[in-house]
């Protein structure tokens, strides 16, 4: 298998990931204000997810992330789903994603094809502070062993791999010692890629307080890790993020921040205040400094990415 991320990049400059499904999906009058958050959409409005995926990709999206960041059997099933209910709705969330690609691909003419990569599928694959749905995405003071988190992984990987996922987005992993489970994980399933991304509390630590080069020097030495970043971090950490990144990988780099709000777990709201004005350009200079995978996270919108688009066409 082919590194989906290497094959891109040798052909164009960047490659420009999606913005937030779930933003979307409010936007479109959803309430995802539950512990399976989106994926609680794959089980009321399916359609309405592979129609975010399509306007993420005419607005020049190169990548759509998959509706499977907060589904995983154990939470369906505590949500009184069976466990072969639940492996179905992991699968749907790719095959949404790639139904989405292949109708977009098919309609847009020839010439547009040629100046853009054909798009990628990422699974999402979230830390299990997702699962928790308590915010511990944010500081990664659950206590697993590796091997723990390893076996909690390890049913959704293989689904998503085998509903035919391109790459998975291992994504907002609060530490270095998850990232450590799914690489060794990774390699139950040789010939698979993932692109690993941290969330971090500053220009320098993941959010559990681990020195952001440190994770990249361990990572940079695993050939099924395909680019290695940061994502659902405020905008303003970016550029030293990338910075510390590049210094310690050969890797692609790969950022996309939140608006640069703050989440609340109690209330399961944003507040503060939104840093999205200008999103494209600040892209631009991540871009310069370094980064080659960029989008938006949670807040962002199809606009956010179709500035990105506009400069990196």
């Not at 592979?50 to 499977?68: K, M, P």
């Not at 998975?168 to 993932?194: D, H, M, N, R, S």
């Not at 405020?234 to 550029?239: D, E, L, T, V, W």
Request: glycine share 8%; charged share 20%.
């Amino acid at each position: 298998m082919v590194n989906p991320i290497e094959h891109i990049l040798a052909e164009f400059p960047v490659l420009i990931l999606d913005g937030a499904l779930s933003t979307e999906l409010e936007h479109r009058g959803c309430n995802i204000n539950d512990p399976l958050w989106s994926a609680k959409i794959l089980l009321e409005n399916p359609d309405l997810i592979g129609q975010v995926h399509t306007d993420y990709f005419a607005a020049g999206a190169d990548c759509a992330i998959t509706a499977s960041y907060q589904a995983t059997i154990d939470g369906f099933v505590r949500q009184g789903l069976s466990g072969q209910a639940a492996a179905e709705l992991i699968r749907k969330s790719v095959e949404l994603a790639v139904q989405a690609r292949e109708g977009f691909w098919a309609g847009l003419p020839e010439e547009r094809q040629r100046l853009r990569p054909r798009p990628l599928v990422a699974a999402s694959i979230g830390p299990y502070g997702a699962f928790l749905a308590d915010g511990s995405e944010y500081r990664g003071d659950y206590k697993l062993t590796e091997e723990e988190l390893m076996d909690f992984h390890r049913p959704r990987m293989k689904l998503l791999l085998e509903a035919g996922a391109d790459i998975l987005a291992c994504e907002t992993l609060p530490c270095l010692l998850e990232a450590q489970a799914i690489v060794k994980l990774l390699e139950e399933f040789p010939g698979a890629y993932a692109w690993i991304s941290f969330s971090a509390k500053d220009g320098l630590h993941t959010s559990n307080g681990e020195l952001i080069a440190d994770c990249a020097t361990w990572l940079d030495k695993h050939e099924q890790v395909a680019a290695l970043g940061v994502n659902c971090t405020s905008p303003q950490y970016i550029g030293s993020l990338i910075g510390q990144i590049s210094l310690h990988t050969k890797k692609p780099v790969l950022v996309y921040p939140n608006s640069g709000e703050q989440y609340d777990a109690g209330t399961r709201n944003w507040q503060g205040a939104s840093c999205q004005e200008g999103f494209g350009e600040r892209a631009k200079s991540w871009y310069h400094e370094g980064a080659r995978l960029l989008g938006g996270c949670c807040r962002t919108t199809p606009e956010d990415i179709r500035t990105i688009a506009k400069w990196a066409r």
